[in-house]
């Protein structure tokens, strides 16, 4: 399958790991669609196609198969002679299925069966990597997945944020910018980033900056009836570079998700010792540990008390930034490789009658 940018890091982020901590380990990359198809019908036909796509391209006999991003884990019907592994990152359209959120827009037919085929390959998978505790309990309680094939392992710093770690451009920070990263799905609540600003005093927190695709007409909208349209700067998608930039220049990191499966955004901010204010759903109180205040994602006045305390005192925000430095550190490459290498050991290991086909 393709790999959109998410999922893309995540392959790369996992291929650099193994070569460089578990060498014994030989890693390819198969994309079964290369080139993702345009238009409504293409596209449907592209992901019926995926597992037999698989079973064309997948005449060869690994080890383990690893299926890198659980919403396609169904083209594991089409991997052969070898056991399945599959990364389960979230299974949010499924919970938004089960009305899980309130908010959320209507889930398709189309996507209601999609993810039941998800849960079969997934119950069917010799293991099941679960990027989160959160998500682990998510996919065991949703799909009557055997508690014995789940194993947590949480993600590092992406490939390509952590070469921009390791460059020496400093850390400068600019006063009173809020920084946002993440897309316009319903989850990521970009409306309450825009309310959340709008409550802050403009003395203090003079500019929002939104990485992520184009803003929504609603979303514009709603910035012009806060008042703060003026004061809120549209970046759309950044590359590695530009949001390593933003991470050093900012001061504090506003994340309320509605849910995440992991939230790579709260981990890479202290990373590279950004003070972060996030809410407590899904994995996000997994990935801040006690360092970050997480509070809930409809708790305006609880963001903007603590935005501002990280505004207004120098000190406090010195000593959330060394605490998410020492936090990130945690989440390392080599931790990584080693949780995955063990995985995959473990899954060739198999019996054959639980193996995937």
Known sequence: MALPGSMRAYAETLQRALDLHARDIDVQLLELAPKTASGPVAQRLELLMLPIKARLRGGRAPDVWHVLDGSRAYVAAGLRRAPVV???H??????QAQGRFAAAPATGTGAR???RRNANAMRKAAALICVS???ESDTRDSFGVAAHTCHVVASPLP???SGELGRSSKIQREAGIMLHVGHNGFYK???QVLRIFARLEPTIARQLVMIGPPATAELHALAGALGIHERVR???DADDALLADWYRRAA????????EGYGWPVLEAMAFGLPVVCSNAGSLPEVAGDVVPCVAPDDIDGFVTHIELLLREPARAAAASASGLQRAAAFSSERFAHEMSAVYRSAAATPRERRQG
């Open 234 to 236: 549209w970046l759309g």
């Open 159 to 161: 490939r390509g944020l």
């Open 113 to 115: 069966w999609l993810w």
């Open 189 to 191: 609540n970009r409306a």
């Open 90 to 95: 979230d299974i949010i359209p499924w919970l």
């Open 133 to 135: 505790h959160s998500t």
């Open 86 to 88: 599959v990364t389960v």
């Open 252 to 259: 504090v990191l506003v994340f309320p998700s509605l849910y």
